[in-house]
């Protein structure tokens, strides 16, 4: 759960987006915007944004990862690197 100087009604953010946009900005920290007294949205700096994204995203390749080797879908290290240095060398064949 967000600290509660984290949380704004959304009265708060349709009263005074600019102060609340500045804000965000500045402490590079999300609000979460209520409605109702439920949390419905965050509102959240581009750069704090794409670094969740990145984030996401790795953690997605590990669990993807985690599935395979549950699955038993993996190689050996050799044979993985062998493949890694064919793209490499495609990819560089084609530049």
Do not use: C
Not at 27 to 44: L, S, Y
Not at 66 to 73: F, N, P, S, T
């Amino acid at each position: 759960m967000p600290a509660k100087k984290d949380v704004r009604p959304i009265t708060h953010l349709k009263t005074k987006t600019a102060d609340l946009v500045r804000e965000v900005s500045e402490e590079r920290r999300p609000i979460t915007i209520t409605q109702n007294g439920e949390a419905k949205v965050v509102v959240m700096d581009v750069e704090t944004y794409d670094r969740w994204r990145d984030a996401m995203a790795l953690l997605k390749a590990l669990a993807q990862g985690e599935a395979d080797v549950a699955r038993g879908r993996t190689v050996k290290q050799a044979e993985a690197f062998r493949r890694a240095q064919r793209v490499i060398e495609r990819a560089a064949g084609d530049g």
